[in-house]
């Protein structure tokens, strides 16, 4: 029943450029029962390594300064700004640039940049700021690297999510992520530790509104949204230099998340994957079948 729900609402739900491909799929399959679960269960299996590549992510945090390096902020941003985002860490930077060395949705300040520039110091100070921790997350998971080594878990899950997205009308998206490109600041945002694992793992996302560039959030349990913003407006001191997130990105995200959470793929993925890190044996009685069906996905 899942597969046939994943496909419903990938129909009512993805933001597609060219949906024909995807019609057509389900057109020629002329109401065959064994073909339409067959191919169900291919974007199901698509969900499965989305949601592995996201639990194996390493959140990129900002270095540890031993001593305070800058005075003037201005002169810490440009000398975050001197490399080119060709890494995590490097992206990490010009990130924080763009959202103000801040959690882009609850403001909450980079404590590591502020240790790092007395003038960042002094405005938090003066605008009795939060401060913490922040991670830069990636919308489209690192593991889309088209140069990633063939035959890895992550070549397999590039694989699948540049199939799906063909079907969709994106193949445009293959170059844009080619290589480091993947770090673009198009693709990342700053965000605080805990909507950095729920945005990761599908559970919160970023719906546009019709002002632009103003997102609502949006999540899987309405637990996740307490004390937090309703609405996030992303905003950056240079388009040019320092682009906003990709409202393309941040719609396909929010698709992939829908889908997962209204079909209910997700809630059972998440089920599987925690009898994954509780079974050491597999049963001799088959009941382990789809523990192993996911770990060979994986």
Known sequence: MIYCRILGY?????????IMPFVREIVTINGQRQDLLRLGECYYNFFVRLFKANEGSTPVTSSYPSRRSFDRLADMIENMLQEAPQSPQTAKKRALVRDGFQCAVTKIYDWKSILNNKELEMKVMSEAGRTGSTHCTHIFPESTDANITAGSDEARYATSLWAILDRFGYSALREEFNGSNINRLENVVTLEP??????????VWFTETEEPNRYKLEATHDIFLVQRPKYATFST?????????????????????????FSGAGEYIRKILRRMEDTRVLAEDGGSAELLHMAMLS
Do not use: M
């Open 10 to 18: 990938l129909f009512h739900h993805f933001p597609a450029l060219n």
């Open 237 to 261: 001191p240079n388009p040019q230099r320092l682009p906003l997130p990709s409202p393309t990105y941040l719609a396909i995200h929010a698709a992939c998340a829908k889908v997962a959470h």
């Open 194 to 203: 805990s909507l950095h694992s729920f945005f990761d793992s599908l559970q």
